[in-house]
């Protein structure tokens, strides 16, 4: 559906922080979500646990990330003893560029 004046209606399908969460999955691999989040802020712009959350659902349902299974770990968190670690990885339609500035934050933080 197009608006008056040719422009598609609604949100467009992509996004900067999804973008940059993809950039970060491409150099770790493998990371489970609030891991990522932390990676998140300390590499760009600081954005709410929830739109890190959003982020990673939407790119799995456009398969850009694959959620690679959980995994349940022991500890004292804030809301308990136990905290549910959802993993993700790169999905088949993920559009990489390779960031430059995500690649020399891991080099330097090994």
């Known amino acids: ?10 949100r467009p399908v992509g996004s900067m922080i999804r973008q940059n969460i993809l950039e970060i999955i491409n150099v770790k691999k493998k990371v489970y979500g609030y891991k990522l989040y932390q990676y998140y ?4 712009p600081k954005v709410h646990k929830r739109s890190v959350y959003y982020h990673l659902k939407k790119g799995v349902a456009l398969k850009e990330i694959n959620s690679r299974g959980s ?24 559009n990489v560029k390779g960031s ?4 020399d934050y891991f080099k330097k933080n090994k």
């Open 41 to 44: 802020i300390d590499i760009f």
């Open 100 to 103: 430059k500035i995500v690649s």
């Open 71 to 94: 995994k349940y770990e022991k500890g004292r968190f804030t809301w308990g003893a136990v905290s549910k670690r959802v993993y993700y990885t790169l999905g088949p339609e993920a």
């Open 1 to 10: 559906m197009k608006a008056k004046k040719g422009r598609p209606v609604g």
